[in-house]
């Protein structure tokens, strides 16, 4: 496995403007290895996913308990250089403004730098003034540098086990 390069990038250049979640690592496999299993959310994301994430235009939803509720419409695919899914409706049970991430935008940009693969994801909305800003940003380093990272690299990505129903 190659050594990530963790970036988190937190940019605007006005406060008043939008900031973005950003963070980057290269891997050794193609970029569409890497498009691949960033289309296989389940292979790397938690929770409960229904509907298909790696067509056009689908609509999928992501659960995780009564937490985090996130429906996404998948508004760009190129293989092997980008994804884009658009936060058409969310609840996060843990922040006052249970939408926060709608209207946000989750972007995965996938450049070859010489040998290997770079994935730069983008939570494009995720500004830091807002209250999930650093659960959300920890959540996501875990699934972007950890898990996603390690399904692209060993095949293998480490979403939470499935929890037995009471």
């Not at 996501?140 to 399904?151: C, P, V």
Request: negative net charge; aromatic residues 12%.
């Amino acid at each position: 496995m190659t050594t990530t390069m963790e970036v988190a990038d937190v940019r605007s250049t006005d406060v008043s403007q939008a900031q973005d979640l950003t963070y980057s690592f290269t891997v050794e496999q193609t970029p569409e290895e890497v498009f691949a299993a960033i289309n296989n959310v389940r292979g790397w994301w938690s929770g409960e996913i229904e509907g298909e994430t790696d067509k056009l235009g689908a609509e999928w939803t992501y659960r995780y308990k009564d937490v985090h509720y996130s429906k996404q419409r998948i508004a760009e695919l190129v293989p092997g250089r980008r994804v884009v899914w658009q936060v058409v409706d969310s609840y996060l049970s843990f922040v006052d403004d249970k939408t926060e991430w709608n209207g946000t935008q989750v972007v995965f940009e996938i450049a070859r730098k010489g040998e290997k693969t770079e994935v730069r994801f983008t939570h494009a909305g995720l500004a830091a003034q807002h209250e999930c800003f650093d659960k959300c940003s920890n959540a996501w380093r875990f699934y972007i540098n950890g898990s996603l990272r390690n399904l692209i690299a060993t095949g293998k990505g480490e979403p939470n086990k499935k929890e037995k129903a009471d």
